[in-house]
């Protein structure tokens, strides 16, 4: 028999846009004791968000405006941005970095007031840090505590097994299993989903082992728009060490002067584009990885003695890491090699956050806001979270208060016994192989159809594995093939979807692709 609790928000995912889409939808629910539950696989605060060194996007300075960081973000989208997306994030930036503040976020200050970073394709130093690099760790900290002393019902080493279909159409909450225990549904009428990215699904990657795409595949199984699923960015300067993990080296060590060298010692990044080392981060992780290719190496370096002595302090935890493994932040060149980073792409939201199934919401990595377009500029995946964490929380707690907790429809979940022999980490482990091969940072149609092939063969035999890793294997090897569909559909070069068989951008392919369970695929060209 499986248990059921009843609440009127459910948020699934324990980075910034779930905590904030939280503590927002606790903090408008009105009456005292208005129940909101937060689902996180791992621990809370956990997942990509503390791992974030970069800082967050904000248009502070007195020579900056939201206008100049409209500018660079769509500039850096390559023409695919909703220009109305951009303009909510950048125009309720300083509302959220101050709502960040409120909460117990300390950023760095100086006499002048909270200090400015530059990064690459930022015309102006507008990144605020918490902690030197480690931003995203001082956040998840404090908006942690924050959700707990809130009262919101924590549900931590809990996976998501399903969304909930309601009798009558839309989203009835989730079945779960928390660790150590059965199946159980928690019912709402509003589900926000922020589940974080999918990185994991190539070999190398930055993120953590939680970031397989699962929100997005469970979301596409009730029936969600998902949106931009080709769009993955990789970033130029992971740290590349035979045993060491892709450990990322911040875009702001290059703003503070760092240069990338090729074998032969010589910076070709200029060849690429006149802002070298300053320039998008498409344009310079493909510009390495192409350099790889033409010298065989397996790394590029990135000469880190320009930065000087202020290094350790400015990057304490790069610093600390890398003297780890021998090298010295400031002083040594560190090999560096892209690495897949960040999922623009995901279940497509309105501007509230809304989906197209009623009573789901979608906020954070797994979203696709059309704030990125088909590039995401450094530092705005934070203020995403935020900015648009909160709207989703405000508008699921409007749902929730005009609706009584759904019923769901009666539909049986089966739980299918092991048929094969594979281990849940072969079949993983062929999936990561396939799509560094075939979907890294250049693609091709002939491999992107063996990708296709190899998927649904991966995604058979993750249906014979035993519960539970027949669901999150499955969901992986769902949300793989639908980045694979939409890079087959992509018949361009743009931004951080690459062609070797198509090179030039192509202004015909002005669109976002749409993919929808059992209704196929579109351009929708009024988007971008």
């Known amino acids: 028999m499986v248990g059921r609790r009843v609440y009127d928000v459910i948020v699934v995912g324990g980075g910034i846009a779930g905590m904030v889409a939280a503590l927002t939808a606790a903090r408008t629910a009105g009456p005292v004791g208005a129940r909101v539950a937060l689902v996180t696989e791992g621990t809370l605060g956990g997942g990509c968000t503390r791992s974030a060194q970069g800082g967050i996007a904000v248009a502070l300075g007195d020579d900056d405006s939201p206008a100049q960081h409209l500018a660079d973000t769509v500039a850096a989208g390559r023409g695919l941005c909703d220009p109305r997306a951009v303009q909510v994030l950048v125009e309720e930036g300083p509302s959220s970095l101050a709502q960040l503040a409120a909460w117990g976020v300390e950023f760095d ?26 931003t995203g760790l001082a956040m998840a900290t404090a908006l942690a505590v924050r959700v707990r002393d ?18 009558s159409g839309g989203c009835a909450g989730a079945e779960v299993l928390p660790s150590g225990a059965g199946p159980i549904e928690l019912r709402a009428p509003a589900t926000v989903l922020a589940t974080g990215g999918a990185g994991r699904l190539w070999r190398r990657t930055s993120n953590p082992e939680g970031a397989t795409g699962a929100g997005v595949a469970l979301a596409y199984d009730l029936g969600a728009e998902v949106a931009a699923m080709e769009f993955t960015q990789f970033h130029p300067t992971a740290l590349a060490l035979p045993g060491a993990p892709a450990f990322l080296i911040s875009e702001t060590v290059r703003g503070e002067g760092a240069t990338v060298l090729n074998a032969a010692g010589q910076r070709f990044l200029l060849r690429a584009d006149a802002r070298g080392e300053l320039a998008p981060r498409d344009t310079v992780a493909t510009a390495i990885w192409q350099e790889l290719r033409v010298d065989g190496s397996s790394h590029v370096d990135l000469d880190t003695a320009p930065v000087g002595p202020r290094a350790a302090e400015r990057f304490p935890t790069i ?22 980073h960040y999922s623009i792409g995901g279940v497509r939201t309105d501007l509230d956050g809304a989906t197209s199934v009623p009573g789901l919401f979608a906020c954070g990595e797994v979203a696709s806001t059309g704030v990125h377009g088909a590039n995401r500029l450094a530092s705005n995946s934070l203020l995403e979270g935020v900015v648009f964490g909160r709207r989703a929380g405000r508008a699921a707690r409007a749902v929730a208060a005009e609706a009584p907790a759904p019923t769901p429809a009666s539909t049986s979940r089966p739980v299918r016994e092991a048929q094969g022999r594979d281990q849940p980490s072969a079949v993983f482990a062929g ?70 068989d198509h090179p030039a951008a192509d202004d015909e392919q002005l669109g976002t692709w749409v993919l929808q369970h059992e209704r196929g695929h579109h351009l929708d060209r009024n988007r971008r």
């Open 109 to 134: 200050a100086d006499a002048s007031g909270w200090t400015l970073g530059q990064e690459a394709a930022h015309t102006r130093r507008r990144v605020v840090h918490s902690g030197g690099d480690a």
């Open 150 to 167: 809130a009262g919101i019902e924590v549900w931590e080493d809990t996976t998501v097994i399903r969304l909930l279909a309601g009798d």
């Open 319 to 340: 610093h600390r890491t890398l003297r780890e493994y021998g090298l010295e932040l400031g002083r040594d060149r560190i090999p560096v090699a892209p690495a897949a």
């Open 431 to 500: 999936l990561q192989d396939a799509m560094w091969l075939h979907a890294g940072l250049i693609r091709d149609e002939s491999g992107l159809r063996r990708l296709g092939d190899h998927l649904a063969s991966l995604g058979e035999r993750a249906a014979d594995l035993t519960f539970p890793s027949s669901v999150t294997l499955g969901a992986a090897t769902r949300t793989a093939s639908l980045i694979c569909q939409a890079a087959s559909l992509r018949e361009e070069s743009r931004g951080s979807h690459q062609r070797s």
